[in-house]
């Protein structure tokens, strides 16, 4: 069934939603080079991440994939599209991305997955933070005080990765002090800051 735009099937997963949305983003990439003029190349990169990104990023904290196969399929998209962007085609699909100042996808769903949390702790979003998460109660040693208790998981794939679930143990491991969570500002300036590429590979 489809719900808010998202597809889900009998077993909570979203392999044809995952489908369905990169078939509909390489459509609007294929049409992007093939109906722009301009070749300019932060021409293009805009018009992706106008038109495309978009698309692939829709509900992205619910709909993260952790199957190594899904996660590359999304990331299908962009490096497809960037290799086909002038002088960038010689280029390994890292190199591409630092060159044209693009986040990969994965490394996206997990700031926003962050955002999402720190929105849920501290009351910016319209749901109950004991909905989704539950705060350490001891005084953590070490790291940031607002430390999320890591429940024990069932073998379901849809609970061992839901949202909440799946993004402990980044929160856990952010290098922050107490300060940092005194606004969502200064929050998102400590995301630009971490080297989120290091915490993505360490989970």
Same mark, same amino acid.
């Given at each position: 069934? *489809?719900?808010?735009?998202?597809?889900?099937?009998?077993?909570?997963?979203?392999?044809?939603?995952?489908?369905?949305?990169?078939?509909?983003?390489?459509?609007?990439?294929?049409?992007?080079?093939?109906?722009?003029?301009? *070749?300019?190349?932060?021409?293009?990169?805009?018009? @992706?991440?106008?038109?495309?990104?978009?698309?692939l990023e829709y509900a992205?904290?619910?709909?993260?994939?952790?199957?190594?196969?899904?996660?590359?399929?999304?990331?299908?998209?962009?490096?497809?599209?960037?290799?086909?962007?002038?002088?960038?085609?010689?280029?390994?699909?890292?190199?591409?991305?630092? *060159?044209?100042?693009?986040?990969s996808l994965e490394l996206?769903?997990?700031? !926003? %997955?962050?955002?999402?949390?720190?929105?849920?702790?501290? %009351?910016?979003?319209?749901?109950?933070?004991?909905?989704?998460?539950?705060?350490?109660?001891?005084?953590?040693?070490?790291?940031?005080?607002?430390?999320?208790?890591?429940?024990?998981?069932?073998?379901?794939?849809?609970?061992? @990765?839901?949202?909440?679930?799946?993004?402990?143990?980044?929160?856990?491991?952010?290098?922050?002090?107490?300060?940092?969570?005194?606004? !969502?500002?200064?929050?998102?300036?400590?995301?630009?800051?971490?080297?989120?590429? @290091?915490?993505?590979?360490?989970?």
């Amino acid at each position: 069934m *489809k719900d808010l735009g998202v597809i889900i099937d009998s077993e909570l997963k979203f392999d044809k939603h995952i489908n369905h949305i990169v078939s509909r983003a390489q459509q609007v990439a294929n049409l992007i080079h093939k109906c722009f003029v301009s *070749k300019d190349t932060n021409t293009l990169v805009q018009a @992706y991440t106008t038109y495309v990104r978009p698309l692939l990023e829709y509900a992205s904290s619910v709909l993260s994939p952790h199957s190594v196969v899904l996660v590359k399929k999304i990331e299908s998209d962009q490096r497809r599209f960037t290799k086909r962007i002038s002088r960038c085609d010689k280029l390994n699909c890292c190199s591409r991305l630092a *060159k044209l100042g693009i986040d990969s996808l994965e490394l996206r769903r997990l700031r !926003f %997955g962050l955002i999402s949390t720190y929105k849920i702790l501290f %009351g910016l979003m319209d749901t109950s933070p004991d909905s989704f998460i539950s705060q350490c109660t001891s005084r953590a040693k070490r790291g940031h005080s607002l430390k999320i208790f890591a429940p024990q998981s069932s073998s379901i794939d849809a609970h061992k @990765y839901f949202f909440s679930r799946r993004v402990i143990q980044c929160w856990n491991d952010l290098p922050a002090c107490d300060e940092t969570f005194t606004s !969502f500002a200064s929050f998102k300036q400590l995301l630009n800051k971490v080297d989120l590429i @290091y915490v993505l590979h360490t989970v």
